[in-house]
């Protein structure tokens, strides 16, 4: 299966019959994987690392899994929007409307794969909205404003590979990187992140292989920004 990315995530279950082999799955598909062997243990990770998805056996002991979502999610507003997912042999301990979804164990790869990478898509829409109506303190004009802006920023961003490969001059696409740090931040889609830090450091080598690739993937990942910018931009 394809790699999901190096994104961080947390995974807790506290059997290490079952959590070895998930976490090396997990592992395997690019993921940077956190563990918790029980719910006290995971709200302390959650203090102090920032997770994209957090993965809760729901037969814990010390806690329930809708509980312990809860307690993360009581954490701050950043929180809010995190997906957590609740996992187990049967679906009738998940309650309390704080686990963003479910899935059974043991674990089908293709079904965990595919959950996954949906819910670490930063480019949902819903995801993007609740992101920048935090950044705009809830006042729609403002956010709608942010929207376009960060939309013409990463637009610059795509349009300045191509600038820099037909000048042969990698600076330009450094500078414009620089220029859209703090958006590239803010939307922290680590995905583009990492094809950005690829192509930088592949632009400086005298015949870099497999570039043209990681500049599709790239660009791709602008379109699909600038599309999901544009529709936030135009809600009320």
Known sequence: MESLGPHPILFVEMDSEKAIPAEKLLSGWGLHVSSARSGREAIELTKTRQFEVVLIAVDLVDIKAYELAG??????????????????????????????????????????????????????????????????????????????????NVAELMTSIDKALAANNPDIFIRSVHKTKTTLGLLNDTEMLEEIRIIQAKLKEPNPANLQSHITKMIDRCIKTIDTLKFVSEQE
């Not at 920048?132 to 013409?152: I, S, T, V, Y």
């Open 71 to 152: 307690a993360i999610r009581n954490l701050g507003d950043q929180f809010q929007s995190i997906p957590i997912i609740g996992y187990g042999a049967e679906r009738s301990d998940v309650n309390g409307n704080v686990l963003t979804d479910f899935i059974c164990h043991p674990f089908s790869e293709v079904e965990l794969h595919s959950k996954l990478k949906t819910h670490l898509d930063k480019m949902r829409p819903e995801i993007v909205m609740a992101t920048l109506d935090r950044c705009a303190d809830g006042d729609p004009d403002f956010r709608r404003e942010l929207a376009q802006l960060l939309a013409n």
